[in-house]
C-alpha cells in the first residue's frame, strides 16, 4: 500500500469518527408549557435503621387555559442509576385537576417516603400539561446522602 493511500484512509477514518452525529441537526423542541418552583429535598434517619426521604412544599405552575395532565416525583439512586416513582398523581373524577388558577400545590398523601440507609440519590419532579406533547423535568434535586442506619439491642438491666 502506498503512503498516498494510507494517508486518504487515515484522513477518511478521522472524519468518520468527528463526523458521528452531525448528519442530522438536533430537532427544536415546542415551548414547555409546564413549569415549577424550585424542588427540595433531604433524607433522615426515622428509627435506628430506617431512613426517609423529606420533600418540601412545592407549586406546578400551568399555561393559562391548560390542565394538569399528571406529575410523578422520581428518585434515582447514586451509583447504580436505579429510577423509582415513589409518587405519581393524576387528576381524575375523585381528585379533579384545579378548576381554577394556573398553579397547582399539591398535597401529597405523604410528603416522606421510605429510603435505603447509606444511599445517595437524586430527586426529579416530572410533570406535564394538556399544553406539553411530552412530559417535561421539571426540578431536580442536588445529590444527598441518607444517614447509616445503627442496630442495637435493648437488653434488659437487672437491679439488684
Known sequence: MSWKCARALILIFLVSIFSVGLEHPPTARGAVNILASPIQAGCYLAHHDQCKIHVDPYTINLTPGKKLVFFQLITTRIGTGIQRVIYDFRPDQSNPAPSTGNTYSPSLVAKDFAATCGQEYTLSLQGQDTGDTTPFN????E????????YFINLPMINK
Open 138 to 141: 421539571l426540578g431536580i434535586t
Open 143 to 150: 445529590q444527598f446522602t441518607c444517614p447509616t442506619g445503627s
